[in-house]
């Protein structure tokens, strides 16, 4: 029964997690509030900011989840992918805190990682599925044959959709991140506006060309009525998000078609968009699947999904060595 330490920090999340025989413990995460004042993430900030962040992040999982290091397994990290400056600071933590106790290392893959929060707590889906793994930085379609073999089918070959979210949330003047807000004024709009939905054709995913159609759709009615914006935000931010949820799931469904898999799961940090549930629930009930989406806690990025695959990992004994470094490419 492993007690594995997992710590996340690919981004500008500090987190750590307290994951026993698979079991999460406890998961903490410390947030960067620096990163608004900029409109994005500033990875020199973010790297400074785990630095400050890590230990007491560290500190209290352990003690949440009633433990102590000298306890530990395990260590488990993010290796990648991510900024390379955030990873590293994660990196160099969990191999000097292996070296000291003399416990064994986990790397652990960031995407692989979100498909698997779904195993932090019940109900978990049964081998194999299908995933819609949506985040800031990736848009990929996945066959999880089994928890350490997962099929990309299909992927985004420009922006993310989460990137889709927050860039389209800034044109239209709202802070970062823009996603979480964009998805709170959508609930008193409607979709009113056909944006762009590019298709780049099988079953990968185009967001860029949808960023330009709102720029110059906006533009042009801005032109005849310069308050359209401010008299109109609810319904901009629905049709915005009626363009980037209805290619998802249209997406999502050519898969599991071309796929036969009728056990479906969202996952990441997109997965928190309510539209984006809500239509994955309907969608299930049309098409008779069986639907996963993971506790909110468990969307964005998070050390206990580090955790939980570190637990998979560990029961194959597949350790890595002091010698692993951060990759921004994994």
């Given at each position: 029964?492993p007690l594995i330490l997992a710590i996340e920090s690919s981004c500008d999340d500090t987190s750590a997690a307290v994951v026993e025989d698979g079991r999460v413990r406890s998961n903490v995460t410390a947030t960067q509030a620096i990163h608004v004042e900029y409109g994005g993430v500033v990875p020199e900030h ?285």
């Open positions: 029964m973010a790297s400074r900011a785990h630095q400050r962040n890590i230990l007491p992040t560290v500190s209290v999982a352990l003690r949440r989840a009633e433990r102590t290091a000298s306890e530990l397994d395990a260590v488990a990290f993010t290796r990648g992918p991510g900024l390379i400056g955030s990873l590293m600071v994660g990196v160099s933590f969990a191999k000097a805190l292996a070296l000291a106790l003399d416990i064994p290392l986990i790397e652990v893959d960031h995407m692989q990682a979100h498909v698997l929060a779904h195993f932090a707590e019940a109900p978990k889906p049964d081998f194999p599925f299908l995933c819609l793994t949506v985040s800031g930085g990736h848009t990929q379609l996945v066959v999880v044959h089994s928890a350490l073999e997962q099929e990309i089918i299909g992927r985004t070959i420009d922006d993310a959709a989460g990137e889709a979210f927050d860039k389209s949330g800034k044109l239209i003047g709202l802070p970062y991140p823009a996603g979480p807000e964009l998805d709170r004024l959508a609930r008193a709009g409607k979709p009113t506006i056909d944006f762009a939905q590019p298709d780049p054709g099988g079953l990968d995913f185009s967001f860029s060309g949808l960023k330009t159609s709102i720029l110059y759709t906006l533009q042009k009615r801005v032109e005849a009525e310069p308050d359209y914006v401010k008299n109109n935000l609810n319904d901009i931010c629905a049709s915005v998000q009626e363009a980037i949820v209805a290619t998802l799931i249209r997406k999502l469904v050519a898969a599991a078609e071309q796929t036969g898999l009728h056990r479906v799961a969202l996952a990441g940090g997109v997965s928190a968009n309510s539209e984006l549930r809500g239509r994955l629930a309907q969608e299930g009930r049309k098409r008779d699947w069986e639907t996963f989406v993971p506790k909110i806690e468990y969307c964005t990025d998070n050390a206990a999904m580090i955790g939980v695959t570190a637990a998979f990992k560990y029961a194959q004994g597949l350790f890595t060595s002091q010698a692993v470094a951060p990759a921004a490419r994994f």
